[in-house]
C-alpha cells in the first residue's frame, strides 16, 4: 500500500493512533503522579495527611482542608478578595503585556532590519543563560533605586521582560515565509500593519505558549511580594497562601497547605488546557502555500 | 522604482524598527541587563550582603580555579554528568513525545501534553512531597516496599542520604521533569508546519513515518529544535531544585551538589555574594559555550 503521507494533527481518530497511545501511556502515566498527587492530597483527613506509612491516594476524602484554610482567611486582617485581586491584577497585566511586547521586539528581530540588531539578540539570549539566583540582590537594589517598592508597579514591570518568551517568539517568527512579509510591503502595508494584520496570525501557536509560560512565571512569583512590597494589602495570593500555610505550622498548616496548593495550581491547568487546545495548524488555514 | 526603494527602505535603515523593539529592551535593560551586569560586577569584589562590596579583582576566580576543592571534585563532575544525561537526554525525549503526540487527534493530544508538561508546572510542590515519599529511606517508602517484596533488596536502602544512589536519582527526577517549555515549542513546531510538504514528500516517496521525519519535520522545523535545545542547555545546567529539595544544601557528602546548589551555598548561607557571583559568571560562560555549539549545528541558512 502507498504511503498516504501527513498524519500530522489528524482530524479523525484512526487505528494507527492506538499505536501511539500505547507507546506513549506508561510515560503519561508516569509524569502524570504530581498532578494526581496535588488532588488526592488535598482532599485527605488528617489521619490520612500524617499516615504511616504515607499514603498516595486519599481514601475517605474531605473539604476540612479547604474550610479550615477559608476559616483562617476570614480571621485575617485583610480579607482574601483583596489578594486575588492584587494577583488577577498583576498576572493578566504582565501576561498581556509580555505578549504585546516580545511579539512586536520579536518582529523586529527577525523580519526588520536595523543596526545592532544581532547584538541585541546575543544580549537576551546571553540574559537568559544567568542563573537568575545570582541576580536576586542587584534586582532589588534596581527596584528600590526606581522607587517602586510598595506599588503595583513593583510587580508588573520586573516580569514583564521575558527573554525566553521573546527567543521563543522570534524563532516563530523566523519561520514567516519573507515573500509574503514582502508582498504585504509592496501592496503598501506599513510595519504595523505586517505585524499585526500577517505575523501576530501566524504565531498564534507561539503565543499560547509563551502566555502559559508567562503566566506560570507570574503567578508562583514570591520574589515581588517578598521583597519588593512590604505592605500587607499589596502582597499577591501566592504569598498570601503561602503565608496561611506556614503561619500555622502545625498538624493544620499541613492541610491547609495542601488544599492551597490545589487552588494555586487549578489556574495553571484550565489556562494550560483552553491554550493548548487552540494551537492548531496555523499555517493551514493561512493560504500560505 | 517605487517597489524597490520600499525594499531597499525596509532593508538598511528602518526606524520604526527601534519603535518595535523599545519597550521591550527599555524593560529589559532596567530589569534585566542593569542587574546582570551588577552581578557580574560583584565578582570582583568581597560582599557580604550587608557591609559595601570591597574591590578584590580577580581573587574570586583564582580561588575558584585553585583552591575550591569542592568544586572541582563534587560540583564539576556532578554538574558535567547531570547535564550530559538530562541535557540531551531530555531533548530527545521531548522531541520524541512532541512528535508522537502531533499524530493524535485534539483532545487526547491536549491531555497527554498537558500531563507530560505537568511536572514543569508543579515542580517545587510535587518534588518535595512526591519524590520524598517515593524514596523515604525506610521500608514504608514506595520504592524501597516495592524492590522488598520484589526480593531484590533484603534491607531497606537510605535513597537520598546514600552518596551513591543520590545523583543517579536526581538525574532520573531531570528528567522526568525536562519536558518544559521546549517540549511545548517542539509540539506547536509540528502542528505549525505547512501540510503541503507532507503531500509532496509522499508523491516524492517518503515512506514512512520515520523518513518523513528526518526528511520533512525535521528540517522545516530548525527555529523550534534550536530554541528547545538551547532551553534544554539552560535547564540541564542551572537546575538545582531538584538537589536540594530532595536532599537538602548541601547535599550529602557533596553527593548531588550541582553548580547552582553551590552559588546558593556561598549566596545564602555563607552569604560570600561576590564569591557566589563569580560563580556564576563562569556558569554563565559554559551554558553559553554549548548554547554555540548547538546553534551552529541548527543554523538557519
Given at each position: 500500500m502507498a504511503y498516504k503521507g501527513?498524519?500530522?494533527?489528524?482530524?479523525r481518530f484512526e487505528k494507527g493512533q492506538i499505536k501511539i497511545i500505547l507507546a506513549v501511556l506508561p510515560l503519561v502515566l508516569f509524569m502524570g503522579l504530581p498532578i494526581v498527587f496535588i488532588f488526592n492530597h488535598a482532599f485527605k483527613p488528617m489521619d490520612e495527611l500524617f499516615a504511616f506509612p504515607p499514603k498516595?491516594?486519599?481514601t475517605r476524602p474531605t473539604f476540612d482542608n479547604f474550610t479550615k484554610l477559608f476559616k483562617a482567611a476570614r480571621t485575617a486582617g485583610i480579607p482574601m478578595s483583596r489578594y486575588v485581586f492584587n494577583s488577577s491584577v498583576v498576572t493578566v497585566t504582565v501576561v498581556f503585556s509580555s505578549i504585546v511586547l516580545s511579539t512586536a521586539a520579536g518582529f523586529a528581530l527577525s523580519k526588520l532590519k536595523f543596526k545592532g540588531k544581532i547584538t541585541l539578540m546575543n544580549i537576551n539570549q546571553a540574559a537568559l543563560m544567568f542563573v537568575p539566583v545570582a541576580v536576586m540582590i542587584p534586582r532589588y537594589l534596581t527596584v528600590n533605586a526606581l522607587g517602586l517598592t510598595n506599588t503595583y508597579f513593583a510587580h508588573i514591570l520586573p516580569l514583564i521582560p521575558l527573554p525566553v518568551a521573546l527567543f521563543l517568539v522570534k524563532q516563530f517568527i523566523d519561520q514567516v515565509p519573507d515573500s509574503l512579509i514582502d508582498a504585504a510591503y509592496i501592496d503598501g502595508a506599513s510595519d504595523f500593519k505586517v505585524y499585526a494584520k500577517i505575523v501576530i496570525p501566524l504565531i498564534k501557536p507561539a503565543i499560547a505558549t509563551a502566555a502559559i509560560l508567562v503566566f506560570q512565571q507570574v503567578w508562583v512569583n514570591m520574589e515581588t511580594s517578598n521583597?519588593?512590597?512590604?505592605?500587607?494589602?499589596?502582597?499577591?495570593l501566592t504569598f498570601y497562601m503561602n503565608t496561611l500555610a506556614n503561619a500555622n505550622n502545625n498538624v493544620a498548616g499541613q492541610g491547609m497547605a495542601a488544599a492551597a496548593s490545589l487552588i494555586m495550581f487549578v489556574p495553571n491547568l484550565i489556562l494550560f488546557i483552553i491554550l493548548q487546545s487552540s494551537i492548531m495548524n496555523t499555517m493551514a488555514h493561512s493560504g500560505i502555500k | 522604482m517605487k517597489r524597490k526603494n520600499l525594499i531597499r527602505k525596509r532593508e538598511y535603515s528602518n526606524h520604526s524598527a527601534y519603535a518595535f523593539i523599545f519597550p521591550y529592551a527599555l524593560l529589559f535593560a532596567v530589569f534585566i541587563l542593569i542587574p546582570v551586569v551588577m552581578a557580574i560586577g560583584l565578582s570582583f569584589t568581597n560582599f557580604n550582603a550587608i557591609q559595601r562590596p570591597k574591590l578584590v579583582g580577580f581573587l574570586n576566580y583564582i580561588n575558584l580555579l585553585t583552591s575550591d576543592d569542592i568544586f572541582m571534585q563534587y560540583v564539576l563532575p556532578n554538574t558535567v554528568a547531570y547535564a550530559l544525561i538530562v541535557g540531551p537526554g531530555g531533548y530527545v525525549l521531548s522531541f520524541l513525545l512532541a512528535w508522537a503526540l502531533s499524530q493524535l487527534t485534539k483532545i487526547p493530544r491536549t491531555i497527554f501534553a498537558l500531563i507530560l508538561y505537568s511536572p514543569s508546572m508543579t515542580s517545587g510542590v510535587a518534588m518535595t512531597v512526591l519524590w520524598k515519599v517515593m524514596f523515604s529511606?525506610?521500608?514504608?517508602?514506595y520504592i524501597n516496599s516495592w524492590l522488598m517484596s520484589l526480593g531484590v533488596i533484603t534491607e531497606p536502602i537510605i535513597w537520598l542520604v546514600n552518596t551513591k544512589y543520590l545523583l543517579p536519582i536526581v538525574i532520573m527526577v531531570g528528567l522526568w521533569s525536562s519536558m518544559g517549555v521546549g517540549f511545548l515549542a517542539i509540539l506547536a513546531g509540528i502542528l505549525n508546519t505547512d501540510e503541503t510538504l507532507y503531500e509532496a514528500a509522499a508523491i516524492d516517496g517518503v515512506k514512512n513515518r520515520f523518513q518523513e521525519m528526518i526528511y520533512i519535520t525535521i528540517p522545516s522545523m530548525k527555529p523550534q529544535m534550536l530554541f528547545a535545545a538551547v532551553m534544554s542547555i539552560v535547564n540541564a545546567f542551572q537546575n538545582g531544585g531538584i538537589s536540594s529539595q530532595l536532599a537538602g544544601n548541601p547535599t550529602p557528602g557533596y553527593a548531588a551538589q550541582l553548580i547552582v546548589n553551590h552559588i546558593e551555598d556561598y549566596g545564602f548561607i555563607r552569604y560570600e555574594m561576590g564569591y557566589a557571583a563569580a560563580v556564576s559568571v563562569v556558569l554563565l560562560g559554559i551554558v553559553y559555550i554549548f548554547s554555540h555549539i548547538s546553534k551552529k549545528l541548527f543554523q538557519e541558512d
Amino acid at each position: 500500500m502507498a504511503y498516504k503521507g501527513n498524519r500530522i494533527n489528524p482530524k479523525r481518530f484512526e487505528k494507527g493512533q492506538i499505536k501511539i497511545i500505547l507507546a506513549v501511556l506508561p510515560l503519561v502515566l508516569f509524569m502524570g503522579l504530581p498532578i494526581v498527587f496535588i488532588f488526592n492530597h488535598a482532599f485527605k483527613p488528617m489521619d490520612e495527611l500524617f499516615a504511616f506509612p504515607p499514603k498516595f491516594f486519599v481514601t475517605r476524602p474531605t473539604f476540612d482542608n479547604f474550610t479550615k484554610l477559608f476559616k483562617a482567611a476570614r480571621t485575617a486582617g485583610i480579607p482574601m478578595s483583596r489578594y486575588v485581586f492584587n494577583s488577577s491584577v498583576v498576572t493578566v497585566t504582565v501576561v498581556f503585556s509580555s505578549i504585546v511586547l516580545s511579539t512586536a521586539a520579536g518582529f523586529a528581530l527577525s523580519k526588520l532590519k536595523f543596526k545592532g540588531k544581532i547584538t541585541l539578540m546575543n544580549i537576551n539570549q546571553a540574559a537568559l543563560m544567568f542563573v537568575p539566583v545570582a541576580v536576586m540582590i542587584p534586582r532589588y537594589l534596581t527596584v528600590n533605586a526606581l522607587g517602586l517598592t510598595n506599588t503595583y508597579f513593583a510587580h508588573i514591570l520586573p516580569l514583564i521582560p521575558l527573554p525566553v518568551a521573546l527567543f521563543l517568539v522570534k524563532q516563530f517568527i523566523d519561520q514567516v515565509p519573507d515573500s509574503l512579509i514582502d508582498a504585504a510591503y509592496i501592496d503598501g502595508a506599513s510595519d504595523f500593519k505586517v505585524y499585526a494584520k500577517i505575523v501576530i496570525p501566524l504565531i498564534k501557536p507561539a503565543i499560547a505558549t509563551a502566555a502559559i509560560l508567562v503566566f506560570q512565571q507570574v503567578w508562583v512569583n514570591m520574589e515581588t511580594s517578598n521583597y519588593y512590597v512590604s505592605d500587607e494589602g499589596l502582597k499577591t495570593l501566592t504569598f498570601y497562601m503561602n503565608t496561611l500555610a506556614n503561619a500555622n505550622n502545625n498538624v493544620a498548616g499541613q492541610g491547609m497547605a495542601a488544599a492551597a496548593s490545589l487552588i494555586m495550581f487549578v489556574p495553571n491547568l484550565i489556562l494550560f488546557i483552553i491554550l493548548q487546545s487552540s494551537i492548531m495548524n496555523t499555517m493551514a488555514h493561512s493560504g500560505i502555500k | 522604482m517605487k517597489r524597490k526603494n520600499l525594499i531597499r527602505k525596509r532593508e538598511y535603515s528602518n526606524h520604526s524598527a527601534y519603535a518595535f523593539i523599545f519597550p521591550y529592551a527599555l524593560l529589559f535593560a532596567v530589569f534585566i541587563l542593569i542587574p546582570v551586569v551588577m552581578a557580574i560586577g560583584l565578582s570582583f569584589t568581597n560582599f557580604n550582603a550587608i557591609q559595601r562590596p570591597k574591590l578584590v579583582g580577580f581573587l574570586n576566580y583564582i580561588n575558584l580555579l585553585t583552591s575550591d576543592d569542592i568544586f572541582m571534585q563534587y560540583v564539576l563532575p556532578n554538574t558535567v554528568a547531570y547535564a550530559l544525561i538530562v541535557g540531551p537526554g531530555g531533548y530527545v525525549l521531548s522531541f520524541l513525545l512532541a512528535w508522537a503526540l502531533s499524530q493524535l487527534t485534539k483532545i487526547p493530544r491536549t491531555i497527554f501534553a498537558l500531563i507530560l508538561y505537568s511536572p514543569s508546572m508543579t515542580s517545587g510542590v510535587a518534588m518535595t512531597v512526591l519524590w520524598k515519599v517515593m524514596f523515604s529511606g525506610d521500608q514504608t517508602g514506595y520504592i524501597n516496599s516495592w524492590l522488598m517484596s520484589l526480593g531484590v533488596i533484603t534491607e531497606p536502602i537510605i535513597w537520598l542520604v546514600n552518596t551513591k544512589y543520590l545523583l543517579p536519582i536526581v538525574i532520573m527526577v531531570g528528567l522526568w521533569s525536562s519536558m518544559g517549555v521546549g517540549f511545548l515549542a517542539i509540539l506547536a513546531g509540528i502542528l505549525n508546519t505547512d501540510e503541503t510538504l507532507y503531500e509532496a514528500a509522499a508523491i516524492d516517496g517518503v515512506k514512512n513515518r520515520f523518513q518523513e521525519m528526518i526528511y520533512i519535520t525535521i528540517p522545516s522545523m530548525k527555529p523550534q529544535m534550536l530554541f528547545a535545545a538551547v532551553m534544554s542547555i539552560v535547564n540541564a545546567f542551572q537546575n538545582g531544585g531538584i538537589s536540594s529539595q530532595l536532599a537538602g544544601n548541601p547535599t550529602p557528602g557533596y553527593a548531588a551538589q550541582l553548580i547552582v546548589n553551590h552559588i546558593e551555598d556561598y549566596g545564602f548561607i555563607r552569604y560570600e555574594m561576590g564569591y557566589a557571583a563569580a560563580v556564576s559568571v563562569v556558569l554563565l560562560g559554559i551554558v553559553y559555550i554549548f548554547s554555540h555549539i548547538s546553534k551552529k549545528l541548527f543554523q538557519e541558512d
